[in-house]
């Protein structure tokens, strides 16, 4: 098992000193330390303040944060959690991966998902609809153009006539993990991901978040065994394909009753499938925040 610290940044209520560049550094750092196998930084342009006020969250541009935290690490991997894909021009997406990517040395993993805030794409000028197959265009495109001098592409809002860019990524290609519980999540992980990162929800979750509910371990595991499937019918290995997943024990393990506890439910995970979780520490206070990523990387990630 491996694990992804999650900026607390993405938490409803945070300390605002967890933008300072000194807090974000030394939170790095630290992770890096502790043995969490990458970070990562959430993707949300332009929300409404409906949204913010029914309990959303702040966001920093995640290649921005992401390239500031490759400055001070040397092998945590940098990830976006999750990057919505249709927002943006895919060309230009593809120009900011590869930038991180060569100035990391190779870290960066995209996470990516079709979003679901309607309001966000409206005023974003893109079409809700389309979120599915504008993913899907996406990724075909940041892969083309990687990999291919004179790239053309006809896509729905933008036409490429021969575009090269470079540098490309270290890697070739950027690994791309997709979030989301539903199967045509699933099926996209098989055909064009390193990973499938679904998220442990509940009713309400999953109608806010517009995406299928997956409350208890018997459905991650069917749907794990699914994705395997998927992966096979792609003439793909199953091992190529890792699973991440957040659940709501995503930051409880406040006593050595709770922490014992979250190590039995990562050992239920484990045993369906999942090969990497998310982590949150408190937002509250810097110092607390650090004090607790060390200690689960000596209570938990050191038994791993």
């Known amino acids: 098992m491996r694990f992804m610290l999650e900026y607390p ?25 502790a043995g969490f196998a990458a970070i990562g930084f959430t993707d949300h342009p332009a929300p409404s303040d ?5 309990g959303g969250h702040d966001s920093l541009d995640p290649f921005s944060a992401l390239a500031f935290c490759a400055a001070v690490t040397t092998r945590l991997r940098l990830m976006t959690f999750l990057l919505i894909a249709p927002y943006r021009n895919p060309l230009l997406t593809a120009k900011c991966a590869a930038t ?19 309001s966000e794409f409206a005023a974003l000028g893109v079409d809700f609809a ?27 809002r933008f036409t490429a ?8 990524p270290v890697q070739q ?21 390193q990973g499938w990162a679904p998220l442990m929800n509940d009713p309400t979750a999953a109608t806010t978040n517009r995406t299928a509910l997956l409350d208890t371990p018997r459905k991650l595991a ?22 991440q997943v957040e659940t709501p024990q995503a930051g409880a393990w406040a006593s050595e009753e709770s922490l014992e506890r979250h190590r039995d439910h990562l050992g ?8 990497s979780f998310v982590v949150k520490v408190p937002g509250d206070d810097p110092h607390r925040a650090i004090d607790e990523l060390n200690r689960y990387g000596n209570g938990v990630i050191a038994a791993c």
């Open 100 to 118: 991180v990517d060569v100035l990391s040395k190779g870290r960066l993993v995209l996470a990516l998902g079709a979003g679901y805030l309607r």
């Open 268 to 275: 239920e995970l484990s045993a369906v499938g999942v090969t």
């Open 130 to 156: 389309d979120r599915n197959d504008l993913l899907d265009e996406a990724v075909a495109a940041m892969t083309g153009i990687w990999s291919t001098d004179a790239f053309s592409f006809e896509g729905r």
């Open 173 to 193: 290609p950027v690994p791309m993990w997709f979030g989301g519980n539903s199967v045509r999540a699933r099926k996209r992980a098989a055909r064009a991901g």
């Open 9 to 33: 940044v993405a938490h409803t209520s945070y300390n605002e000193e967890f933008l300072d560049p000194e807090v974000m550094s030394s939170v790095a750092v630290n992770a890096e330390k």
């Open 161 to 168: 006539i021969g575009q090269t860019a470079r540098p490309g």
């Open 50 to 54: 409906k949204w913010m006020r029914a």
């Open 222 to 243: 069917a749907a794990v065994e699914q994705l395997l499937e998927f992966v096979v019918d792609e003439d793909r290995d199953p091992a190529a394909v890792e699973v």
